[in-house]
């Protein structure tokens, strides 16, 4: 008998999970999202999905102005059943509820950011961002792999539609003026740029 086989997989009850049961369930694995009432658990990540978010946390936090913060890997709820944990978010400092909350609201997120994996394709491509966009989280990064160097998608909401719209695709340096005063040296990934 292997480990898989010992393990009791979590039942779903009727009509799905919850964003509160996330915190709730024993034992699940860390990382796992609720998207549209069903559990989504996340495969090992590769080493370029590491460093894009290490050298984005860590630019960001130090460019970010003083009334944001910073945090990674951190779930935010976009309703009833839906609870994804995007890779970065910057979020209103005063948001910050102590070190034992577990989610943010949409209203304190300015932005988010998914660094795209090979089992997370469609999800940071399609599925998160409609569900941000509708959720009036107004800035959106997608990150991609070129040969393990970054190539960061920037997206604003337009508040028309609900829906993203593509402002700059970005290769080696991103320079921004919105949502604040952003210079990332995309080209640092896998050197002493990345480092605080």
Request: glycine residues 6%; charged residues 30%; hydrophobic residues 35%.
């Given at each position: 008998m292997t480990a898989a086989s010992d393990y009791e997989w979590p039942r779903p009850p009727e009509g799905g999970y919850t964003a509160d049961d996330l915190d709730r369930l024993p034992n699940l694995p860390p990382h796992t999202e609720l998207i549209d009432g069903s559990l989504v658990f996340v495969s090992p990540q590769r080493n370029f999905h590491m460093r894009a978010l290490r050298l984005l946390e860590n630019t960001l936090l130090r460019q970010a102005p003083e009334?944001?913060?910073?945090?990674?890997?951190?779930?935010?709820?976009?309703?009833?059943?839906?609870?994804?944990?995007?890779?970065?978010?910057?979020?209103?400092?005063?948001?910050?509820?102590?070190?034992?909350?577990?989610?943010?609201?949409?209203?304190?997120?300015?932005?988010a950011i998914e660094v795209v994996s090979p089992d997370s394709e469609t999800r940071d491509r399609d599925v998160k961002p409609r569900k941000y966009a509708a959720a009036g989280i107004r800035h959106f990064w997608r990150v991609e792999s070129d040969e393990g160097r970054p190539?960061?998608?920037?997206y604003e909401l337009d508040p028309g539609s609900r829906g993203y719209g593509l402002?700059?695709?970005?290769?080696?340096?991103?320079?921004?003026?919105?949502?604040?005063?952003?210079?990332?040296?995309?080209?640092?990934?896998?050197?002493?740029?990345?480092?605080?």
């Amino acid at each position: 008998m292997t480990a898989a086989s010992d393990y009791e997989w979590p039942r779903p009850p009727e009509g799905g999970y919850t964003a509160d049961d996330l915190d709730r369930l024993p034992n699940l694995p860390p990382h796992t999202e609720l998207i549209d009432g069903s559990l989504v658990f996340v495969s090992p990540q590769r080493n370029f999905h590491m460093r894009a978010l290490r050298l984005l946390e860590n630019t960001l936090l130090r460019q970010a102005p003083e009334e944001w913060d910073v945090v990674r890997e951190m779930s935010v709820v976009l309703g009833l059943r839906n609870r994804p944990e995007p890779d970065v978010m910057v979020i209103r400092a005063d948001a910050d509820a102590g070190p034992e909350q577990t989610a943010y609201r949409p209203e304190d997120v300015l932005l988010a950011i998914e660094v795209v994996s090979p089992d997370s394709e469609t999800r940071d491509r399609d599925v998160k961002p409609r569900k941000y966009a509708a959720a009036g989280i107004r800035h959106f990064w997608r990150v991609e792999s070129d040969e393990g160097r970054p190539v960061v998608y920037v997206y604003e909401l337009d508040p028309g539609s609900r829906g993203y719209g593509l402002i700059g695709i970005h290769h080696d340096q991103l320079r921004l003026a919105r949502p604040f005063t952003i210079e990332i040296d995309l080209t640092a990934i896998d050197g002493a740029g990345s480092r605080p």
